[in-house]
């Protein structure tokens, strides 16, 4: 950790916090951040050479493990032809068409980030439906763009701040907060106001891991139907992941619009937004939308995108992250039952994520409920003990192609080690 923390003493001085992005600077589970130097397959290794089996995967995008090597060498090429154009290639093409191909999805717009393709969303469904409000849910996160750090998740809910500082009341004033799974609290919404769009996690990934009840998803859709409103899936998380179609395939609900990140970019800076073509068709230049970016669709980020989702044409990788998240979240249901501790897990596709404190996780006020301080002495066990897990009790776990049943084993005699040793110390 010597070079970690020197680096960390270093970066408080010239960084807001030492980071550049919250959640990585550990505050909420105490101790150092860790300096990452290199990652390879499913593991990272930080700058003091240490390595640690890892279940952050930048966040999801890493879905075949660090460093592979395909993309590493579409990169590689990509890189000898030029770094930007600003001018469009045909890489950009053959992501889109993949895209749009995987998804059914009839047009998309490449951004650089989530958050750009939520807010840029969000403007054109307001656009569509020409009203203002928006409704999104509680714990829900989709990036950090004025309109969407009501009531957020992920960082936001880490630091204790789901609201945050610098959003004016007037922008806030637009976004209506509803409470996930629970069809309900959004149609009181839908009755009361001219909605422009529902904003869903399909999956909600930054509260922890909340699967969506029976019926939910599918009831946003007949509510948004009836209420002309669009509904939009923030497949930031879920998509490519759940499978190639993302969480509309997997729940089979279709949205209007669905954003996409990092993971369309190989772990390059990427996002998108898409849908129907008569809503796409809004945006500048063949509508009165505006949204524009010199490096939307740079040829680097495009060729290592076509690089991974050509690999995710085989079945195998799905069946693989799948079976070896099961096995996961199976164990880690099994530590919890052996020991009798108060805890749950839940787990979809190759996501999962355990809860300290609580018996059952499926809505927002459940997850308050979590122990997050148990959380953090568990993180800091399992860090010491060579896994990588999130820094937060509010985010996922994400398993990748490269782990492999070993990975999952070692993962689960750590936790079961640090478990019954929290328990022995009366931590548990
Ligand atoms: N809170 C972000 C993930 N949901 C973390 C992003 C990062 O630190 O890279």
């Given at each position: 950790m010597e070079k970690s923390k020197a680096l960390f003493n270093r970066a408080v001085k010239v960084m807001p916090g030492g980071v550049n992005s919250p959640v990585r600077a550990f505050k909420a589970v105490g101790g150092n951040p860790l300096f990452i130097d290199r990652a390879d397959g499913p593991k990272i290794y930080d700058a003091d050479g240490k390595g640690y089996i890892d279940?952050?995967?930048?966040?999801?995008?890493?879905?075949l493990g660090h460093n592979n090597p395909k993309i590493r060498d579409a990169v590689k090429a990509a890189a000898q032809k030029g770094l930007s154009f600003g001018a469009p290639a045909e890489a950009e093409v053959k992501l889109a068409e993949k895209i749009t191909n995987f998804t059914?999805?009839?047009?998309?717009?490449?951004?650089?980030?989530?958050?750009e393709a939520v807010m840029s969303a969000?403007?054109?469904?307001?656009?569509?439906?020409?009203?203002?409000?928006i409704i999104k849910f509680a714990g829900c996160y989709h990036?950090?763009?004025?309109?969407?750090?009501?009531?957020?998740?992920?960082?936001?809910?880490?630091?204790?701040?789901?609201?945050?500082?610098?959003?004016?009341?007037?922008?806030?004033e637009d976004t209506l907060v509803a409470a996930y799974n629970d069809l309900g609290s959004v149609e009181a919404l839908l009755k009361q106001y001219e909605v422009a769009c529902v904003i869903v996690e399909p999956v909600a990934a930054n509260m922890g891991v909340v699967l969506p009840r029976d019926g939910f998803l599918s009831g946003l859709r007949g509510l948004c139907d009836t209420y002309s409103a669009l509904l939009v899936f923030d497949e930031v998380i879920t998509g490519f992941r759940?499978?190639?179609?993302?969480?509309?395939?997997?729940?089979?609900?279709?949205?209007?619009l669905v954003t996409s990140g990092k993971i369309i970019g190989g772990g390059m800076p990427v996002g998108a937004y898409g849908g129907k073509k008569a809503i796409m068709e809004y945006i500048s230049p063949c509508g009165a939308v505006y949204q524009a970016g010199t490096l939307s669709g740079n040829p680097i980020a495009m060729a290592a995108g076509l690089a991974q989702l050509a690999m995710l044409e085989n079945d195998e990788v799905y069946k693989h992250i799948d079976q070896m998240c099961v096995k996961l979240a199976n164990g880690m249901s099994a530590a919890i039952k052996d020991l009798g501790l108060k805890a749950c897990v839940n787990q979809v596709g190759s996501l999962c994520c355990m809860f300290f404190g609580i018996e059952t996780a499926d809505d927002y006020q459940a997850v308050m409920g979590a122990d997050t301080k148990l959380y953090a002495r568990y993180f800091?066990?399992?860090?010491?003990?060579?896994?990588y897990l999130a820094p937060s009790q509010f985010e996922a776990m994400f398993v990748s192609f490269a782990h492999t049943g070993n990975d999952i084993t070692e993962t689960l005699n750590k936790a079961e080690m640090v478990l019954r040793k929290m328990k022995s110390e009366g931590a548990l």
């Open positions: 279940y952050v995967s930048s966040w999801g995008p890493m879905i059914g999805i009839e047009m998309v717009r490449m951004v650089n980030s989530g958050t969000l403007r054109l469904a307001r656009a569509y439906t020409n009203r203002k409000k990036g950090h763009s004025d309109s969407m750090l009501v009531k957020a998740g992920s960082g936001a809910l880490t630091t204790g701040e789901p609201d945050s500082l610098g959003v004016t009341g007037a922008v806030a759940l499978g190639r179609g993302g969480a509309q395939e997997y729940y089979g609900v279709r949205a209007d800091r066990e399992m860090l010491a003990a060579g896994i």
